[in-house]
Every structure is written in C-alpha cells, then in structure tokens.
C-alpha cells in the first residue's frame, strides 16, 4: 500500500488536527504546509514540514498529491478550485463552501480536473450520533417521529473569524452543518420537503451565535437543530421520540442518558393514579410495569476511519465517505435555513 502525501493550507487547529489524525495511520503522510501567518510557518517547520508562504511555491510542490483546506470559511471555494486546477486531490473542512453556487464552482473544477473533493463532515463518526443511529435503524424505540440534535455552550462571544461574518463566522456554519449532515445521515433515501429557522444574535452583534432551525422528512419525522453558545443550564445533547420510547442522551460522550419503551405489547396504558395530574391524565406517569428501562444503545467510533477513507478513495480502491451529492444537501439547508430566517417563513423544499 502506497503512502499519500499530502499538504495543509491553514496551519492552525485544525490543520494541526489533520496532522495529528494523519500520524496515527501509515495511509497519509503529510510533508508540507501553507499559511499567510508567519508564526503558523514557523510551527510547521517545526513539525518536519516544508512551509510555503506563497500559495503558488506550495501547489508547485509536486510531492503533495491531496490538500486539506483548513482555512477560515470564505476561502474555501478559492482554494479548493485553486489546488483542483493544479492537480490536487481536495478535502475541504466543513462549512465545505458558504452556499450553493459556490459549491457547484468547486464540483465543476473537480470534474474538470478529474481529482476527488469532499469534505470533512467528522461528527458522523461521534459515539453520540452512531448510539443514535443504532436507535433509529434497529427500531428498539419503535418509529421516530422527532428529534432534537443540538449543542449548547456557555462562553457567549464567538471566538476570531467566527464573529466575522465576511469571513464566514456565525453557529449555522460552524455546529450547524454538522448537526445537519447528522439528520440527514440518519435518514437515508429520506427528503427534506420543509425548513424553517431562526437565526439569533444574542452577544455576539455581527453573526449568529444562537439558532433554531426544524427539518421536515417526507416520512413525518420532525428534526430539529439548536445551537446557542450562551446557555448556562445543561440539556441533552439528543433527545429523540418513538412511538414505543423514547432516548435521551446527556452529552459526546455517550455515556449517561436514558431509553425506555413500552413493554411488550401493551395498549392504552393505565396511568398511575394518586398523584396531581391534571383533569385529563394525558400527561401523567405510567405505571412502573408498562415500562421497559434500557441500556443506551452501544457504539463503537473508529476515529481513524475517515482519513483511511479518504486515502483508500486517492488510491481508487473505495468511494469517498462524504460525495458531492452530500455536500450539496447539506449546502442546500444552510442556504434555504438563511432563506428562512431572513423572510420568517417556512421554505418547501424537496432535498
Ligand atoms: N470538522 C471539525 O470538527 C472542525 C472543527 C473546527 C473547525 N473546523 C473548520 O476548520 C476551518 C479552520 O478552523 P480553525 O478553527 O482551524 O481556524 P484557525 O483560525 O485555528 O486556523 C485557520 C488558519 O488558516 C490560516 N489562513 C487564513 N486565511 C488563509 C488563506 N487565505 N490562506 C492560507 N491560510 C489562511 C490562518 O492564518 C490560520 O492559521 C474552518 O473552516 C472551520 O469551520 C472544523
């Protein structure tokens, strides 16, 4: 098995992320880098890798068969299109570009020069998500009929480029495409056919740093991603409803939560009684034995999984994880989310 070599353009986190990954597997090897920060340079050289200050000196570089753009948001697409045309194979950080249009440009450049480009869509090998679908395909809590997939964190202000929206900053960008290429990754062959959102800034003027925004599946499921980055109180990472149970789980890490679904094959359940539970007991307890108590759905995560992928893909042995048709589904709800926001309507799609 031959070693691809491959370079980094923005050697900040997670172009030092790449790196690290890229360590733990003998399929890549990264031997060079690009950065407009000197101090970026200097820690690259510091690695053992060739450091390019000029972007031209770096795509000259004939070593590097693959690039991993890691750079702020706005530059993606120029890049991406900038290493295609040069002969690169591509793997861009998510937000892959900062909507539609911008995105086709890039599939175009690719198909044109006949090299790969996906994009580093990492939270489909999260523990918490592979539980939740574990949940969803085997049916253990009956049908799904609506989740919530959010994350919420304290800190308020977004953090550098982040809080510059020239430069793509804002949560829809940054949490939000993950927690929805989630939804869709968990719904294969499924169709979006309605979006909504609301896109706030609460502490931070320029961008959003807090959103909701609900996905409507053609098979009644109603998604629903929350990011807020100013939340001082904990909620669940997932909660997710059936029509026989229900799974909560807590955080990343998977490892504390709840499931539960009815037993066996009980119908219009007795609930109990005794307590102050309203004229209608719609909304009260059920009784103990009706109930089944769960372990939380077990996964495995290959952390590596991803990158031996995309090496694998280079080599022309496997499909890319993360296709152009992924990309432009996810694209395609972060355009129709803005879309939402902006005119407060639900936009009809079919994605
Ligand atoms: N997949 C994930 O889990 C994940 C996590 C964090 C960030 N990201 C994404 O990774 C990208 C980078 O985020 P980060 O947190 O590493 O940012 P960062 O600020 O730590 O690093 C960005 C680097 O890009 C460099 N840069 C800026 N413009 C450039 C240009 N035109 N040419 C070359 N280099 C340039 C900067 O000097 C800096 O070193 C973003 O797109 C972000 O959304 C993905």
Redesign the pocket.
Known sequence: MSTVKAGI???????NFHLRRTREIQEIQIVAA????EE?LMNARQEGLRAYDR?EDFLSDEEIALVFI????N??AS?SIACLNAGKHVMC???VTMNVPELEQVIAAAKKANRLFTC?Q??RWDTDFLMVKQAVDSGVIGHVTSLQNRVYGQRGVCF??RADPKAGGGML??WGI?LIDQCLCLFEGRRVESVYARLQSILTPAVDDSFELQMGFDNGVCAKVQVGTFCLQDLPRWFVYGDRGTLKIDDFTGKTGGMARIRGNVQGFDSVFGKNIGPSRTMAPLKPEYLETLPLPHAESDPCAYHRNLAAAVRGEETLYVSFDDMRRDMTIVDLAFESSRKNEVIKTRV
């Open positions: 353009i923005g050697f900040g986190y997670m172009g690009h950065d407009i920060q970026k972007l890691c750079t702020p948001n530059v993606h890049l950080e998510k937000p580093h990492n939270r550098g480029w960008y940054d993950h």
